[in-house]
């Protein structure tokens, strides 16, 4: 009530004076946040305003990296994503910031230095440093000590007095010996030294640089197929060591395998404490700074370490994942192709399932392809797959990568064979098709089916167009990344819907075929929208324009704003309804059209624009230069898809296995995945060889996603076959006579 009485009796004047100081001060720290992410991301923070102002304005960023380029300066996806990235994490900083100074503050503990060396803290990790000595403890021995009366005799320690005499002036009930008293003395000062932050600093700063990891055998008996058994006896330093090494460890400690530790120049950590300390001669004082480095400081900045090498590597795994889901997710589809799609097992049987040209399932079966299936079965089988290979006109057929598929391959490249059939066949990465056959929307979607058999259908869908299928699956089960397991669940769902969000966008989706699973991706739409969407189309028939997108019930109009321009209506009267152009920008090509004297966009009219001075139109039709150029290019093709641009997927008609295989030979394949050591490559045997970093260019390749991207065919040169490892067949994008020697830092 105090507060409001004061808030009456102020003057005008000193009311708008605090209002523009508030005012002031807000714009002053915003323009901070601003000038640091410039300086991390090297974007203008002119760039960096306009895009805050956007999204603050309810726009997505697919909407604003595609539709107001000329505000943001041509920013791509990724560039505004890390903008709202870093100015979140700012915004969470500066929170935790007031709240670390509010506490302190209400200590009566806040210093000038202190509070200056909180708002300078970089990190989260730097203000709870700063804040530790403060914080409210458990009960410790420093604290008991104090509370003892020892506080003193601490005091005598530092000025390297006569401890022994002095401490039995300190003498009571609850210490009854001199022994008792040094020892509580040695611990208020221990805990002192070890929230000394400065030194804190030095000593985390000292291990990061010099100090170096171990991991040896725990319990061997865990790793059945010896895949930690380079871990057993490892060391490496601990700025060197990459990251996959470090998800490495770490999931081999979890399991039990491994027993990690730090090697660290402990020698040079007590001469600097000593030196700060100024107790070479003190020998209490140095007990005191032994246990506070070796119970306190180190564990902490030990765990302080792993915490940041694990964020690291699993931010790296996390980048690496979502460049091969967005690769994965831009492959060739083939389009207007008959598919069967052969999910193989062994004992249960291949579910077969064939789907139309626009992927709508025609029918599913059962066959017994392999063994342990009779003679009599198998036979039956290569009947039964003919018939259908025959009757329906299969043109692809789709085999899935998991267990017994190189022997249905085998069995299915017979069968094309012996009877002279022209369709081909392709290994597709069933990554996910489970998962998706076993979840709600596949049982939607096919009620009456099993789930292996929607398995089949998801199989054959991913071959004709896999945007579609995969954006029905959770993308960390797509099974195109490195230890996805051993990483944050949120951060890595966070990264790789977006990545999805990114590509659908790009690429565009026909709104009359999609899915509500791919309409939901679309920038503006939710779930509910995408289900009313499908509604309206079930009930009304096909939409026949953007505009009449607007009567889908709940699509107001900001979300029809963001959505319109990726949306694809190919039986529109009006062509641009099939553009990535957006109906803001109709008016403008109406004004296009009419400066060239366009009626229709044939031959004549394409190669019209193809010669038109950007520069000077921009400036004629009062557009921004980048938006004429996309409306442009999107005039000249279409219903352009942007997939056509990538490697559409091998198709194959026979079958190789290792036996096949010789050192130097020269083969095709498609890059199933990427990691930090490498590429897995499809070669067509039973398991992917692996080109390692080393042996994907005459120089040192330090990204192989530099190199190589998942779903990109690629000429490989067989390097070793190794026979003792269940046939590991190593590859190399290198020809033989210029294979380099692989380097230790490669190795």
Known sequence: MMSEYKLVLWSKEEYLLKVFTFWYNSIMKTNEQIEKISALLSISPKQIHQVLDLTSEGN????????????TGDLDEVQIKAIVDENDRAIKLDERKTAVLTKIEELGKLSDDLKKNILAAEKLSEVEEFYLPYKTKRRTKAMIAKERGLFGL????????????????????????????ISGALDILSEAISEDVKMRAWVLNEIKQNSRLMTTEKDGSLDEKNVFQIYYDFSDKLSEIPNYRVLAVNRGEKLGILTVKFE?????????????????????????????????????????????????????????????L???????????????????????????????????MLMTTVIYPVKPASGKQIEQ?????????????????????????????????????????????????????????????????????????????SIARRLQDPL????????????????????????????????????????????????????????????????????????????????????????????????????????????????????ESYKVVDQLFAEFGIQELDDAARAKLEKAD?????????????????????????????????DAPILRSDVLSVKDLRVGQKLEGVVRNVVDFGAFVDIGIKEDGLVHVSRMAKKFVKDPSSVVAVGQIVTVWVYQIDQSRGSKVGLSMVEPKA???TDDKQK
Do not use: C, W
């Not at 005091?155 to 003498?171: H, P, R």
């Not at 990264?495 to 503006?524: E, K, M």
């Not at 520069?615 to 999107?634: H, P």
């Open 154 to 181: 601490a005091k005598v320690i530092m000025q390297n007095g006569d401890v022994a005499t002095s401490a039995e002036g300190y003498l009571n009930e609850e210490v009854p010996s001199a022994t008792d008293a």
């Open 60 to 71: 997505t960023i697919p909407f604003i990296a595609r539709y107001r380029k000329e505000a």
């Open 264 to 324: 660290h120049n402990v020698d040079k950590m007590m001469l600097m404490f000593e030196s700060r300390y100024n107790a070479k001669t003190n020998a209490y004082l140095k007990t005191a700074i032994n246990e506070a480095l070796k119970s306190k400081i180190i564990p902490a900045m030990e765990r302080n370490v792993r915490a940041e090498l694990k964020e690291r590597a699993e931010d790296g795994a996390i980048e690496t994942f979502g460049k091969n």
């Open 739 to 741: 294979l380099p020697e």
């Open 326 to 360: 967005r690769n994965l997710l831009l492959v060739a589809p083939l389009k207007g192709k008959v598919v069967l799609g052969f999910d193989p097992a062994f004992r249960t049987g291949a579910k077969i399932a064939i789907v139309d040209k626009t992927g709508k």
């Open 468 to 583: 579609a299928e995969l954006v029905k699956i959770e993308p960390k089960a797509i099974g195109v990344g490195q230890y996805q397991h051993d990483v944050s669940e949120k951060k890595l769902t966070e990264n790789l819907d977006f990545v999805v969000d990114t590509v659908v966008n790009q690429v565009g989706v026909n709104v009359n075929t999609a899915s509500a699973s791919l309409l939901s991706h679309v920038a503006g739409l939710n779930a509910t929208i995408a289900k009313n969407i499908v509604a309206y189309r079930e009930e009304n028939g096909v939409i026949t324009s953007r505009k009449e997108i607007n009567k889908v019930p709940r699509l107001g109009a900001k979300a029809f704003e963001q959505a319109a321009g990726f949306l694809r209506i190919p039986n529109s009267t009006n062509i641009l309804d099939n553009t990535g152009v957006h109906p």
């Open 381 to 457: 089988a290569k009947v039964e797959l003919t018939k259908l290979i025959t009757d329906y006109e299969v043109e692809m057929i789709a085999i899935g990568n998991g267990t017994a598929s190189r022997e249905s391959e085998q069995f299915v490249s017979d069968v094309i064979k012996d009877n002279h059939l022209s369709a081909k066949y392709v290994i597709v990465s069933e990554s996910g098709a489970s998962v998706y056959s076993a979840s709600p929307l596949a049982r939607e979607e096919f009620p009456d089916l099993t789930v292996e058999k929607r398995s089949a259908i």
């Open 614 to 646: 950007l520069n000077q139109l921009a400036d004629q039709l009062a557009v921004g230069k980048a938006t004429l150029k996309d409306i442009i290019s999107d005039l000249l093709k279409p219903g352009r898809d942007l997939r056509d641009d990538f």
